[in-house]
């Protein structure tokens, strides 16, 4: 059968863009080469814990929220039920040799409010970052429901690095270190990463942090029951092998490993672009755009450890909150005070380390609770770990188990009973994500280098993917508006963003 819309890759950004195409009323496939839609935010359970692997918590969706509305338009925000993180302390940043200690509390004015009190002789500065932070989140075209979804306007997106307006506000010391913390959300440093996407991403943060019940794993429920009732076709299992031309250069159809072929009107990858070049002949597009996506920067690696913990008898730990015991929670352990926080040369003892706790609930149910931790690494380290023999591997991995589960033993020493469930490396990224160095969020985004849009040489084929407009869930689902903008026009999509507007 004849699809309208081929979409290659169940990521968020994969069902994402099949989701918008059938509400348009178009007969959509979508082709994914794991077992199950979504493997990457997907969680799972070790020995009756649950553990989250690519989604801890998000921005923005609170009622009205940026994430809530792109939810809404997707079709699965009903199925979803939000957990507010901590409104005092959803992000605590320590950095032991300092002494630095500091908790964001969620909503600008609170945040600001305390920024100002701890770095009172920065004040005008951080009413300024914060305004300008605001300010420029809201232009982006994707934020205005009001506002047509454009072609992103990368000239303005590369105006300037998170560190220039550092610079130019006069904001240094452990008030820059603090602001740069959330780095590791896209996984770029501040003198790469363009203001306008570290706001992009950040906004969203600082107005409200969550998850939903039950983690990333309902994520995928809801997004597979929505793609049930819009009528997507998903075919799990399913590993395109190879996109074939005509000789006119249009798409004649896919290949998959199975012998199975399919055939579209329009195809939309979601792939890593580099994994995307590997299935589309070399005539497909010119040199010099397949050396563009060839060269593009990987974010940061890591090095994923996630642990087990016992519900210590009485807890109370300073900061902690009390009602949920540590669920809605996330630490930032950052290097010593001398070292750049995203410095992946520093040994794992030194290196920043981000500790999740909502997933599983943390403590609140009686149960033990499942944490995830990230130790940043450098991106080819993957291939170190790929050349390894199998007990090596073994063995290093179990390092690194050791060594993370003794620094947050040493940490937080409030916790009991902590052990090593299972370890990610970057060799486990390269395996899922498909980047080619195993990093966290595939492509970098960074000032200077312009990532693809969704329009190719190729009439009939787009591209979606976090590398598009951002990462992380916000910046997947973003990549799929602007994919879908571009095939169905952005007219027919504004249209559809308004209503779903005025039906909350
Ligand atoms: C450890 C970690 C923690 C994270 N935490 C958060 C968080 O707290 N909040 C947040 O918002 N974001 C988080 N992210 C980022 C977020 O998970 C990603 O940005 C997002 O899921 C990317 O979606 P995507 O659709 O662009 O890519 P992907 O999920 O990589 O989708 C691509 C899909 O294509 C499939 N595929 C690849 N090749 C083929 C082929 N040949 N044929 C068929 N299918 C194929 C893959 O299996 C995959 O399912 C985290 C990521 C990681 C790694």
Sequence with gaps: MKYDHLVIGAGVSGIST???LARFGGRVALLEQAARPAPLIDGFVRNGVYFEAGFHYAGGLEAGGVLDRHLR?????D????VAFDPQAYDTVIQPDSGLNFSFPQGYDALCRRLQQQFPKQSRAVADYLERLRHTAGTLPYFNSHEAISPLDLAALHDCSLQQVFTELGIGGNLRTLLQVHCLLYGARPAEIPFAIHAGVVDGYYRSASTFKGGGRSLV???SLALKRFGVDLFCGCRVTGIDLTAADNIAGVSCADGRQFAAANYISSLHPQAMLKLVPDKAFRPVYRRRLNALAETTSGDIVFLRCQRPAGMRAEGLCESHLLAGHNYFFLPPSSADILDLTL???????????AGSGGFSEGRDCGIT???????????????????LYAEKKAMIGELVCGRIAKLLPELAGLQVECVATTKTLRRINLSPRGSLYGVKHMVGQFNPVPRTRLADFYLTGQAVAAPGLLGAITSALLAVAEIVGPDQLQKLRSEVACDV
């Design 18 to 20: 099949a989701l918008l």
């Design 73 to 77: 338009l997707l079709g699965v925000a």
């Design 79 to 82: 199925d979803l039920q939000r």
């Design 221 to 223: 429920k809801a997004f």
């Design 347 to 357: 040994s794992p003892q030194e290196r920043l380390l981000y500790l999740n706790f």
């Design 373 to 391: 931790a990230i130790l940043p690494a450098l991106p080819k380290s993957a291939a170190d770990n790929e050349a390894l023999p199998r007990q």
